[in-house]
Each structure stands twice: as C-alpha cells, then as structure tokens.
C-alpha cells in the first residue's frame, strides 16, 4: 500500500486546491438562506449532493488491520461514489476532501455544505472497533491490531439535523440497497460492549442508527447521512474493502437509493 498511499496523497493535495475554494458570498448571507429555504426536492442534474471524505490527511481516522490509515479508504471509495452518481445524472455531487486537524476540519465540512447549498451531505468512513477490543498479530514484520470478531456497513443520522426525516428516509434507502447487494450491517452498536459508542437502532431491518452528537450531521442544514461502509479492523473485510468490486457494490448502492429518492420526490 505504500505506492497506493503515496498515489492518494497526490490526489488529495490536487483536490483540496479547488475543493476549500472560498465560497462567494458571506457565511451569513448563505445561513439567511439556508434557513429559508424549503426541504430538497429532487431534479437530479440540479440535486446537490457533496460526498464527504471523512477525516483528514493529518488526522487520518483509524488504523487498519494492515496498519493503512482510514483516511486514504475513505478518498478512494468517496470519489468511486462521487464518480457513479455523476454517470448516474447527478452532475451536481461534489467530492470534499478537507484539511487539517480534527475537530476543526468537522466545522470546515459543515461550512463548506452550508456555503455551497448542499441538498444532500454524504459522509464516507470505514469502521474499527473500541480499544478495548483488539487483538494483536504481526503484519508485514511489524505488530499490528486487529478484531475479527465484527463486520459490515452502517449508517446514522442525527435528530438534531433540521432534515431528519428525509436523512433518515435516505439512510433507509442506502441500507435497503446494501443489503440488495447481499452485504450485511452491523449490529453490535446496540451491544453494552460498544460502552460510549453505543447506539439506537432507527431500523433493525437494514442498519440506521441514531447519533445525534456527529457535528456533520447535526450541524448541517441539508440532509444528512454518515455511512460506515466496512470493517477496516477486520482482517477479511479490510481487504474486501479494497477490493474495486466492493467498492463498486457500495457505490452502486448508493447511486441506486438516490434514484430511488429522487423518484419519489
Ligand atoms: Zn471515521
């Protein structure tokens, strides 16, 4: 993965020249705006959805099973999504990718959604699993942590997001068409041993959890949607979760929910 890494930090310099452009007009002008404005309908050329790469090259998430950062699956399976939606029709998505140290970069993304008028805010992650979990083995000469023990995609939305309902139908949509795809969710946020990262289950069916406290989701002023797509800390899934194919499913699932909101707009 090093050449991989050193390929992905390349795009990322390209991407973050033009993705922070500042916007046009003042954050305060957008917020009177946004305010107003009426939930999103759907025109798909004109639906503006921002794929979110979630983390930064400094902050970079968690570590894989294989010792590779979060950060770099999230870019290469965000811009494989943002991709498919602009073949599928949506011409508008836009891919973020921001800088920078942790919590200020949550604000920055919020702010560059707000400013650039967001229909639909799409954060892209991969999982890992409490500290307290991990197992350690020896990769490539060097100790490493792992757990085998969970697996699969979730997604969470936030109450406090002034578009809960619709966040919540398209959470809903993305985890019907996963599961569509034979990929299975992951239950274990409900189980006491996830401690502090335990959380509500919205649908059992297909994987929507409640998680009001994430600032991209409660802060933004579209609809919002955080989709853990896969176990990184998983030493099987980690490395389908570098496969094209996985990432494909994923993104075609992803393109196949937004046609499906969009035609029922
Ligand atoms: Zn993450």
Same mark, same amino acid.
């Given at each position: 993965?090093?050449?991989? &890494? ?8 390209? =991407? ?6 500042? !916007?046009?007009? /003042? ?21 503006? =959805? ?6 930064? $090259?400094?902050?970079?998430? !968690? ?28 011409? !508008? ?23 650039? &008028? ?28 792992? /757990?085998?023990?969970? /697996? ?21 949509? =993305? ?18 041993? *996830? ?12 994987? +929507? ?15 919002? +949607?955080?989709?853990? !797509? ?8 980690? *490395?389908?979760?570098?496969? $094209?194919? &996985? ?11 937004? &046609? ?6």
């Amino acid at each position: 993965m090093g050449q991989a &890494r050193s390929i992905i930090a390349g795009l990322v310099a390209a =991407i973050l020249l033009s993705s922070l452009a500042p !916007a046009g007009r /003042s954050e305060a002008a957008a917020r009177k705006i946004e305010t107003t404005r009426p939930p999103a309908k759907c025109e798909m050329p004109k639906f503006r =959805i921002v794929v979110d790469v979630g983390h930064t $090259p400094d902050s970079y998430g !968690a570590l894989s099973a294989r010792n590779d950062p979060e950060f770099g699956f999230n870019f290469v399976l965000a811009r494989r999504i943002t991709a498919k939606l602009k073949s599928e029709g949506f011409a !508008a998505t836009r891919l973020l990718v921001t800088d920078g140290k942790a919590r200020p970069s949550l604000f920055k993304r919020v702010s560059a959604a707000n400013d650039g &008028r967001a229909d639909l805010f799409l954060s892209v992650h991969h999982d890992s699993v409490p500290d307290k979990l991990l197992d350690t083995w020896e990769f490539d000469g060097a100790k490493s942590n792992f /757990s085998d023990r969970f /697996s699969g995609h979730s997604l969470f939305v936030s109450q406090q997001n002034p578009h809960f309902t619709t966040s919540l139908m398209l959470a809903r949509m =993305i985890g019907r068409q996963l599961k569509e795809q034979g990929l299975h969710y992951a239950s274990q946020y409900t189980l006491p041993v *996830m401690g502090r990262y335990r959380r509500q289950l919205l649908d059992k069916d297909v994987g +929507v959890y409640r998680y009001d406290g994430l600032v991209v989701l409660s802060r933004t002023r579209s609809a919002a +949607v955080l989709l853990e !797509a896969g176990s990184i800390i998983n030493r099987d899934e980690e *490395m389908a979760m570098n496969s $094209p194919e &996985r990432q494909e499913a994923v993104a075609g699932a992803v393109a196949a929910a937004m &046609r499906e909101f969009c035609e029922s707009r």
